[in-house]
């Protein structure tokens, strides 16, 4: 059942981790494995029907993902090296250009436009200041390797003197990267 009173940070309707787990045969472990597997972060709210307590939500595209691998890898189309690193992109996003242009979030996703309305509800603002074919495998350390020096204010999201030079390492990370 989709909780949409509940997404306060988000505007894409949402079901949560259980209840998906549930429409698709899946025990929540098995969803939350594949969660990591996949790097999708979930939204963790307050949740009335659960008492108070935060409950994990997923946003329908982040659904159709799961699906589609699941899909891919019990039909065993998907090669076990390629079954991890789905394609997709690397961004890096300013939150606030304006008033506070070092602040940055840098990640991958498969639908970046959907990415950055799922942002905008945060930082309305925001902008993707370029994007780069991705793996996901590479994500992290792609991360690691461009917010170097950058103080690390979340997960994500870094702050930065010059912005320009985040840009340029980014750059010259998936310069080395062989093409997808």
Not at 55 to 63: F, K, S
Not at 74 to 85: F, I, K, R, T, Y
Not at 124 to 141: G, I, M, Q, R
Not at 146 to 153: D, I
Request: proline share 4%.
């Amino acid at each position: 059942m989709v909780r949409q009173a509940d997404m306060d940070n988000t505007n894409a309707a949402a079901i949560t981790v259980i209840e998906f787990a549930k429409s698709i045969g899946k025990h929540k472990a098995a969803v939350f494995k594949i969660l990591k597997r996949l790097g999708i972060e979930t939204v963790k709210e307050k949740s009335g029907a659960a008492k108070g307590q935060r409950v994990a939500y997923l946003t329908a595209e982040d659904c159709d993902r799961i699906k589609r691998y699941l899909a891919e890898t019990e039909s065993g189309n998907v090669a076990p090296s390629d079954q991890a690193n789905p394609g997709g992109v690397f961004y890096l996003i300013q939150l606030e250009p304006k008033h506070d242009p070092g602040r940055f979030k840098l990640g991958f996703a498969t639908n970046i436009e959907e990415r950055l309305r799922s942002h905008k509800t945060a930082a309305p603002f925001s902008k993707v200041l370029k994007k780069w074919p991705c793996k996901l495998l590479w994500e992290k350390t792609a991360i690691e390797c461009v917010s170097q020096g950058c103080e690390r204010l979340h997960t994500e999201v870094f702050r930065a003197d010059s912005i320009d030079e985040v840009l340029a390492r980014c750059n010259r990370f998936f310069e080395l990267m062989p093409p997808i």
